[in-house]
């Protein structure tokens, strides 16, 4: 019998046993996933966060995602963390072809987490794409969609602008950028139509609007390979939620939605 620790698979001890130690890999990805949140020097949020209440570290929203961090790189949290290698590992378990790609990734922590699975493993033949104007968020004054121009969330770029030389040297920084990594600068809709991807094997969306969702999912869920996997960091959000059932709705997309937070939730394709 084995029980899933950080979606690592542990063997289960004998009764009166003590459980075995996780194994180097385990180890490793455990370690990168809390150094990428920094839940190691416990850094406190950044109260430019239109939510933030409060200057001190919290674990329970730092595992939760629910804080804009000083200096981690990475604002998703341990659970979605622990969701991305859970769903990496998944599709290399089962041999389900294809890249991973993040539309949408701040200072790239994410996309470092699956060039470490990947790497961990031993892969050599995918590719992590990171994908972002790295210029923060469109002018969304005029979008279409109200709750868009409520959020107006291209005030905070001061916060959520980082640059691709900031991303990149964020993958050297932990022995992560080769050419096994490509990045896609740019506004979703200007890159993704001609992306050099053929196929996907995880497909993790973090645009937050309503039009950032819909254009990575037009443009990039017909390369989701069967098998594979759709993130949606920001469901909790109604633009980005909306985004995503209007697609599904158009495309009779009828996979489980599955939460993995109060804020995140994942698919797997099934055809």
Request: aromatic share 8%; glycine share 8%; hydrophobic share 40%.
């Amino acid at each position: 019998m084995a029980v899933t620790m950080d979606n690592a698979l542990i063997e289960e001890a004998p009764e009166g046993g003590a459980a075995p130690e996780p194994g180097a890999r385990d180890l490793y990805l455990r370690l990168l996933k809390r150094t990428l949140a920094n839940v190691i020097y416990e850094d406190a949020p950044n109260t430019r966060a239109p939510f933030m209440r409060g200057e001190e570290f919290d674990l329970e929203r730092r595992t939760n995602g629910a804080d804009w961090p000083r200096t981690a790189h990475t604002m998703i949290g341990l659970k979605r963390l622990d969701n991305l290698q859970y769903c990496v590992e998944e599709v290399l378990a089962d041999g389900v072809p294809g890249d991973l790609i993040e539309t949408g990734v701040w200072r790239g922590g994410a996309c470092i987490l699956m060039r470490g699975v990947l790497a961990a493993h031993g892969v050599t033949d995918r590719r992590v794409w990171v994908a972002d104007s790295f210029e923060g968020m469109p002018d969304t004054e005029e979008a279409e969609h109200a709750v868009d121009r409520r959020m107006r969330l291209d005030r905070y770029n001061d916060v959520l602008a980082v640059p691709l030389d900031e991303v990149r040297a964020n993958f050297a920084r932990y022995g992560l950028l080769d050419d096994r990594v490509g990045f896609l600068r740019g506004w979703f809709r200007d890159t993704l139509p001609t992306a050099p991807v053929d196929r996907l094997a995880v497909l993790r969306l973090d645009g937050d609007l309503y039009d950032s969702t819909t254009d990575a999912l037009r443009y990039l869920y017909p390369k989701l390979s069967a098998g594979g996997f759709v993130i949606v960091d920001d469901y909790r959000i109604p633009s980005c939620r909306e985004a995503v059932h209007d697609y599904r709705q158009a495309h009779g997309i009828e996979d489980e939605i599955v939460r993995i937070d109060r804020d995140s939730v994942f698919w797997r394709r099934t055809g």
